[in-house]
């Protein structure tokens, strides 16, 4: 990626590029936790996004897209947002650090990224770390990794439709070689923890649905959250108890009440398998995983038949845990894999996937790897 990056913004803008990159990432459990305020446990993986960008004196950003081919040509004043959708990220991150007044001029720059679209890694997350982590070491502007994670969301919510939470910029700029990380999402305080599944492979399957989270099935149950949690007195569900929801059910809807008992369980189950792997009890890292899969298919409803599917292969085949990983509709499931039923499950899961959907789910083997850089 760095040498196709390269040359291609040698042909278009000349030499002098300086590199960065950002990593996609996985989330090992603690799913949609972060906007209720709890707990999340990412790590990013050895794929990302990689971007030459050279300063180029004015105040115009000219930006090409390689893996689409597309390029845009956009200022930095709020009238100046550009119409291709991928240019909004790059458009929103200086926008969010002009905000917070940091002083930026316009940039030449190519990027490309090997993170799987629409795979539930947060491709969009590793677009966005990289442009601000870039900005603020081109700049000199001194932000801290907090608040470079901050104009990641902040991009997503206010230029490209989408309310998400932290996690995913967090574990893009704050990634760490060989550790996942538990980020409380109330206090921002996080902790890294070792990985090292011994005997075990993290791999992800992707059945190659693709899922779109702008507009209402994301939003919806965020706000399902938020009125539960209204109801409780409290401004998210983190620390609520299922004795708590019990007491308001007959006063809240019935999605309602199944959005908010997932959210409630899934709090639960982070802090299980933190405890988990600090004994590297692997086995009930796999179980938790299970529920969470099976939480979000049945109570929070954001799985989908193929997702369903290879959860269900992998039970069958004796894989220590599965889930959908990401915000849902499509994507990836995550597995903890023994080594010795490693090659029957891929194998069984490819075979049987393909006789129902048509199509083979692509598998990525994942590496824990580190955050934002220069190159």
Same mark, same amino acid.
């Given at each position: 990626?760095?040498?196709?990056?390269?040359?291609?913004?040698?042909?278009?803008?000349?030499?002098?590029?300086?590199?960065?990159?950002?990593?996609?990432?996985?989330?090992? +459990? #603690?799913?949609? $936790?972060?906007? @209720?305020?709890?707990? *999340?446990?990412? !790590?990013?993986? =050895?794929?990302?996004?990689?971007?030459?960008?050279?300063?180029?004196?004015?105040?115009?950003?000219?930006?090409?897209?390689?893996?689409?081919?597309?390029?845009?040509?956009?200022?930095?004043?709020?009238?100046?947002?550009?119409?291709?959708?991928?240019?909004?990220?790059?458009?929103?991150?200086?926008?969010?650090?002009?905000?917070?007044?940091?002083?930026?001029?316009?940039?030449?720059?190519?990027?490309?990224?090997?993170?799987?679209?629409?795979?539930?890694?947060?491709?969009?997350?590793?677009?966005?770390?990289?442009?601000?982590?870039?900005?603020?070491?081109?700049?000199?502007?001194?932000?801290?990794?907090?608040?470079?994670?901050? +104009? #990641?969301?902040? $991009?997503?919510? @206010?230029?490209?439709? *989408?309310?998400? !939470?932290?996690? =995913?910029?967090?574990?893009?700029?704050?990634?760490?070689?060989?550790?996942?990380?538990?980020?409380?999402?109330?206090?921002?305080?996080?902790?890294?923890?070792?990985?090292?599944?011994?005997?075990?492979?993290?791999?992800?399957?992707?059945?190659?649905?693709?899922?779109?989270?702008?507009?209402?099935?994301?939003?919806?149950?965020?706000?399902?959250?938020?009125?539960?949690?209204?109801?409780?007195?409290?401004?998210?569900?983190?620390?609520?108890?299922?004795?708590?929801?019990?007491?308001?059910?007959?006063?809240?809807?019935?999605?309602?009440?199944?959005?908010?008992?997932?959210?409630?369980?899934?709090?639960?189950?982070?802090?299980?398998?933190?405890?988990?792997?600090?004994?590297?009890?692997?086995?009930?890292?796999?179980?938790?995983?299970?529920?969470?899969?099976?939480?979000?298919?049945?109570?929070?409803?954001?799985?989908?038949?193929?997702?369903?599917?290879?959860?269900?292969?992998?039970?069958?085949?004796?894989?220590?845990?599965?889930?959908?990983?990401?915000?849902?509709?499509?994507?990836?499931?995550?597995?903890?894999?023994?080594?010795?039923?490693?090659?029957?499950?891929?194998?069984?899961?490819?075979?049987?996937?393909?006789?129902?959907?048509?199509?083979?789910?692509?598998?990525?083997?994942?590496?824990?790897?580190?955050?934002?850089?220069?190159?």
């Amino acid at each position: 990626m760095k040498e196709k990056v390269t040359s291609k913004f040698e042909e278009l803008y000349g030499p002098g590029a300086v590199l960065f990159a950002s990593p996609g990432r996985i989330n090992l +459990i #603690g799913e949609h $936790t972060d906007y @209720n305020g709890g707990f *999340v446990f990412p !790590g990013a993986v =050895d794929r990302g996004i990689v971007a030459a960008i050279r300063l180029n004196g004015t105040d115009r950003v000219r930006a090409h897209a390689l893996d689409l081919g597309q390029t845009a040509e956009f200022g930095l004043s709020e009238a100046d947002k550009p119409a291709q959708s991928w240019a909004c990220y790059l458009f929103g991150v200086c926008r969010e650090i002009q905000k917070r007044g940091g002083k930026i001029g316009g940039f030449d720059t190519v990027f490309a990224g090997d993170v799987p679209l629409g795979a539930g890694m947060s491709s969009s997350a590793a677009l966005e770390s990289t442009y601000a982590y870039a900005l603020d070491d081109l700049f000199s502007l001194g932000i801290d990794k907090f608040e470079l994670a901050r +104009i #990641g969301q902040a $991009t997503e919510h @206010n230029y490209c439709g *989408v309310n998400c !939470g932290i996690m =995913d910029q967090f574990a893009s700029v704050f990634g760490k070689k060989g550790c996942l990380m538990r980020l409380d999402c109330r206090s921002m305080e996080f902790e890294y923890f070792p990985f090292d599944p011994e005997g075990y492979k993290l791999v992800l399957l992707d059945s190659r649905v693709k899922h779109e989270l702008v507009g209402s099935p994301y939003n919806d149950r965020r706000a399902s959250c938020e009125r539960v949690a209204k109801m409780l007195g409290q401004e998210f569900l983190r620390g609520a108890t299922m004795e708590q929801l019990d007491a308001i059910k007959d006063k809240i809807s019935e999605e309602d009440y199944k959005r908010a008992r997932y959210v409630i369980g899934e709090e639960r189950r982070v802090l299980d398998v933190c405890a988990a792997l600090e004994k590297g009890d692997y086995e009930t890292v796999g179980k938790r995983m299970y529920e969470t899969h099976w939480g979000m298919s049945r109570d929070y409803e954001v799985s989908c038949e193929e997702l369903d599917f290879l959860v269900g292969v992998a039970e069958e085949c004796g894989v220590a845990g599965s889930r959908i990983m990401g915000g849902g509709f499509g994507g990836c499931t995550i597995n903890l894999v023994r080594d010795d039923v490693y090659d029957r499950f891929i194998a069984t899961a490819k075979e049987k996937f393909a006789a129902r959907y048509g199509h083979e789910p692509a598998v990525y083997e994942v590496v824990i790897s580190d955050g934002s850089r220069r190159l």
